[in-house]
Each structure stands twice: as C-alpha cells, then as structure tokens.
C-alpha cells in the first residue's frame, strides 16, 4: 500500500505526513502513515488521540523538520520582509472592522472584535419575541446571543429574521467588558486605521432611532461606514437582554 | 504562565512570554566591527537597529546553527539609563511554549542569580528547563554586551579597541 493513496484528497497546507514523505523519511517515523489515520489506523494510541496530529509523535516529526539547513535564500527573504518598516499604529489612530449589515457598511472598534467566523445555524430562543435578539449559536463550543444589528439600528427591507439565522455570510463575535455576542454581517471588509478627525459627526436632521448606535461616519474606500459605539450598543443590550 | 522555550546546546531553556516582543525567523545581520564573542550584529527589525546575541556563541562559544528552527527572539530590555530597548537573541530550537507557573521554577541556590545561567530550574521529565529572567540575565549580562559595547570590547583577553578620535 503506498502512502499516496491514503493521502487525503485535500490537503490545505504541506502537513508533517505530506513533508516527510517529500523528504524521504524513513519508516519508522511515519507511523500515521502505516498505523494512524493515513494508513490501517491499528495505533493503539489512536483511540486516545482520535486524530494523528493531536499526537506528540506526529508533533515531534513536525518539529525535526524544521532541523533542516535553512535554504540559500530563506535568510536573505527575511531579512528584506523584516526590513520594512512595519505598520504599527500611529499615535492617535484607531482601526475598526468594516462589514456590511444589510445595505449599509458598518464598522466596530477592532477591541471590541473577538473574531469573524463563519456561518453557522443560530437557533432560535422560544419566548423570546423581541426583534433584536436572533438566538443562541455556538462559537468554539460556548453559546452566544446572536443579534441582529439591522433591527437594532432600525434599518429599512431587512431579510426575515429565519434568514438572518441560516443565510448569513459571516458571523461577527464582539465582546466587551466581559459580555459577549454575535451578529450576523453579510461581507467583512476588513480593518481599516482612521484618525480621530477622519471621524464626522452622524448628520442630526437624519433623527433614524440608530444614529444614537453610531459614533460618527468615516469614509472608506468610497463607501460611507457608520462606527459603531460600542459602550452604547453593550449598554442596551445589557438592558433589553437581561 | 507561558514560557517560550529554547536550546544553548542540548540543553533547554526558557524565557518569559511577557517579555518576548516577537520571534523571528534568523535573518541576515549588519555585523559589527571588534564586537565581543556573542555579539552577532544588528538585525534591521522594522527600519530599527537592533543588537543581536548569539546565545550558542556567548555560552558555549561557537555560533548557532543555520537551521529553520534557529530563531531570533526579540525581547524587551532596559538599558543602563532605564530606557526600554529592543534586544534580539539568536536561539537554537526556538519551536516550544510551556504553560507554567513561576514557582515551578525553583531556585539552585546559585548565588543570587545575577550573573549569567544562574536562573531557577524546572526539572521537566523531559529534562530540565532553565529560566533565563529578564532582569537579572538580560538586562545585566546581555546589556553589557549589547549596549556598552565601546567601554567593555576587552573579553577573554582581547585588546579593546583603540577610542577613535
């Protein structure tokens, strides 16, 4: 049986399995190719590890490659990246993520941002009928409220809320003073710097309920995105929620 | 609290994370003329200078290794006058992080632990692990190495270098 063929069909990033086998590494170190998970799968420690990679052996073969001979080029490449000055924050610049909600781009402070993952299943709350409140999802196997941050804000021709739950691109998780949750956003931009005087003011004549969410608008890329204040947006939700 | 570990030698050692500003990979270093042994040269880190010890040379006295795993790990040090500077440390087998308390580290009543590799001890099943603090070691004998170069170029018998006018 040769290891090509128990090789997985997709493999993302050069494993230890894939690496050793393209170093020519003798036998005996590539168990998981024989008894783990790409070969018999007989290993006696595979009912413990359920997985080759969660192995300290397959961890210890990850680590020996990396006792090779740095190649010819490898110091010179890293040198020249290390040489960039690198793009840390000015003094007095802020960044946020921007995503969009809806038809509108929105952003949060990148603090408050505790990751973007991907789409989920939010399950609905029985009893629960207020429009802001989605339901609880699981994110890395703890349970969050999921808002919606469209009905929060008072935005117009908004998806029905069962949509929101299941047709979501991404789901953003924001936490702040030890409160967590989750909304559903449609695209994630990306973070963007900004200045405190890149900062306008939300227009009063537009007297939406949200403008009240909104610290000020800063223009991005082209687009008009609404900063979000996070202590306001915590704060009501403290209240409605509780 | 974590620890980043790494090899002088076949020996383990450890630094505290907190003090570790980012490891890099080995990169090429502008050296430095009459540098003491362990004085490796001055890594470009972001358009910043920054004196570079190699950990192998300055202990046991021969360079590290070029391997992938041999990595510069950048650390925040105080130079005489209190100022924070940047230090990088040229370490072999830089690819491990422990999980630990400090008072896992106990002392080997080596003195008061202000010179070099004198630092509490982890005795690991693995073998033990030596912690190298930011205050006593790096800030005392790295300092010296890195930051008084002209005052203190005379090491294991060298001439120092004549002051230019």
Known sequence: MSPENNMPLVVQAPTPAVLARDEGMSDPQDCWNRVGVFGDKTCAELPRFVQCRNCPVYATAGTHLLQRKAPDSYLREWTSHYGEPGSTTKPGERCAVVFKVGAEWLALPTMAVQEVAERRRIHSLPHRSQETVLGLANVRGELTICISLGHLLGMDQLPPREILRTQHRRLVVASWSGNRLAFPADDVSGTERFRAQDLKATPVSIGTPHSGFLQGILECRGQLVGLIDVETLFATLDQDLM | ?165
């Open chain 2, 1 to 165: 609290m974590l620890f980043l570990l790494f090899h002088i030698g076949q020996e383990r050692y450890a630094v505290e994370a907190k003090s570790v500003v980012e490891v890099t990979p080995l990169l090429e270093l502008k050296q430095v003329p009459q540098a003491p042994p362990g004085l490796a040269g001055l890594m470009n880190y972001r358009g910043r200078p920054v004196p570079t010890i190699d950990l192998s040379q300055f202990a046991l006295g021969k360079p590290a290794e070029e391997k992938l795993s041999t990595r510069i790990i950048i650390v925040n040090c105080r130079d005489e006058s209190g100022e924070s500077r940047l230090l990088g440390l040229i370490a072999e087998q830089t690819t491990e992080i422990l999980r630990k308390n400090r008072e896992d580290f106990s002392s080997a009543g080596l003195g008061s632990g202000v010179r070099p590799f004198h630092g509490p001890v982890l005795m690991s099943p693995e073998g033990p692990i030596q912690l190298i603090e930011e205050e006593n070691f790096l800030c005392n004998s790295m300092r010296k190495l890195a930051f008084e170069l002209p005052m203190t170029a005379s090491r294991d018998g060298e001439t120092p270098a004549p002051a230019r006018a």
